[in-house]
């Protein structure tokens, strides 16, 4: 079993920037690859992020390419979501999610674990 936890959202006018944190804790992390999804009010829930278990492989969604990176501490068991130029299209609830094996993936079905979510709001 493993529990995620999110953190770092809040309230951010257009352009500004956020750093969003996921703590993992019961399982050894470096064997888990993690994905961001993020859901807006009345919308489907929709990936993010992924990140490979060693961090070798990352992959977005073509809507923050360019202005989010996602990296990973596994000394720290924390995987990381920085998001910059943020736009009021980016407010969302944002999720964490990991699965037991090497690559990340974009289904939701996909992985085993969810955090509950951090608010993202965007100001324009």
């Known amino acids: 079993q493993v529990q995620l936890v999110e953190s770092g959202g809040g309230l951010v006018q257009a352009g500004g920037s956020l750093r969003l944190s996921c703590v993992a804790s019961g399982r050894p992390f470096s064997s888990y690859a993690m994905g961001w ?6 919308k489907e829930r929709e990936f993010v992020a992924g990140i490979s278990w060693n ?3 990352t992959s977005y969604t073509d809507s923050v ?6 990296s ?18 980016d407010t ?4 964490c999610a990991a699965k037991r094996t090497v690559i ?5 079905s996909f992985y085993d674990y969810w955090g509950q979510g951090t608010q993202v709001t965007v100001s324009s």
Request: proline residues 5%; glycine residues 8%.
């Open 37 to 42: 999804f993020r859901q807006a009010p009345g």
């Open 72 to 89: 990973r501490d596994n000394t720290k068991n924390t995987v990381f979501l920085q998001m910059n130029s943020l736009k009021p299209e």
């Open 55 to 57: 961090a070798g492989s």
């Open 92 to 95: 969302a609830v944002y999720y």
């Open 104 to 108: 990340a993936a974009s289904r939701l």
């Open 65 to 70: 390419k360019g202005r989010s990176t996602i």
